[in-house]
């Protein structure tokens, strides 16, 4: 059956050359874990390499938007400790004084570029008082500002959910046979890619 919902006939794009984060609260475990074996899947059928994902996890939805910010963060540290001792090596120039350089230095052997993308997947799920409101709303506008503010692609994913149903449907795990609906941690590997990929050049 056709429908008019969701991100339209994919199209693939190379991640092979990308670093991706991904952040996941822990509430929620079994639609959590579906949701990011079905991210996985998608980074992996992109090209993306196991290596260049970093998995990391925070207890709730509320604590995505600060943790999305100190991954890149450190993930910008990393790469420009490298930078400076490739650059101090330059102005050394000759090879035996980088050896020593990179072996005095523990990150030289670690050259990892700032993540491309992150992914942030939570999941809510309304309960009787208004938390649900105030999580939802902050971390939509947490993860936008991250990423408006990093210049670095986020990926929304959050489920906002009124029902548990619904989240096992929206990781593909619903109804009675348990593998009902679909999985939308593959549409946000996709997205990863993507973003990750034309980040490197718009125009
Ligand atoms: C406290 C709470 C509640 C009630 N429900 C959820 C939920 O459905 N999904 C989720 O990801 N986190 C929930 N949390 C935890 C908060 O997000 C947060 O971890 C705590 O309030 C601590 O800051």
């Known amino acids: 059956m056709t429908t008019l919902k969701g991100p339209g006939k994919p199209k693939t794009y190379d991640g ?9 609260a822990r509430w929620n475990a079994t639609i959590i874990d579906a949701l990011l074996a079905g991210t996985k899947k998608a980074l992996a059928a992109a090209g993306v390499k196991e290596e260049n994902i970093v998995i990391q996890s925070v207890p709730g939805s509320y604590e995505l938007p600060y943790a999305v910010k100190q991954m890149y963060s450190a993930s910008q540290v990393q790469s420009s400790s490298t930078g400076v001792v490739g650059a101090a090596a ?8 980088l050896a020593a350089l990179s072996s005095s230095n523990p990150s030289s052997n670690d050259a990892k570029a700032p993540f491309d993308a992150i992914i942030a997947i939570g999941v809510l799920i309304k309960g009787e008082t208004m938390h649900f409101e105030y999580i939802a709303d902050a971390v939509s506008h947490g993860l936008m500002r991250v990423q408006l503010d990093a210049n670095v692609p986020v990926i929304f994913g959050l489920l ?38 034309k980040r490197r050049g718009w125009v």
Do not use: C, F, K, Y
Request: net charge negative; hydrophobic share 35%; charged share 20%.
């Open 16 to 24: 092979s050359a990308l670093r991706i984060g991904i952040v996941h």
């Open 160 to 197: 906002t959910l009124l029902s548990d149903e619904q989240g096992l449907q929206r990781a593909g795990i619903g109804g009675p046979s348990g593998n009902e609906g679909h999985n939308h941690g593959e549409d946000w590997g996709s997205a990863a890619v993507e973003l990750g990929v």
């Open 90 to 97: 330059d102005l050394l120039g000759s090879a035996t004084d």
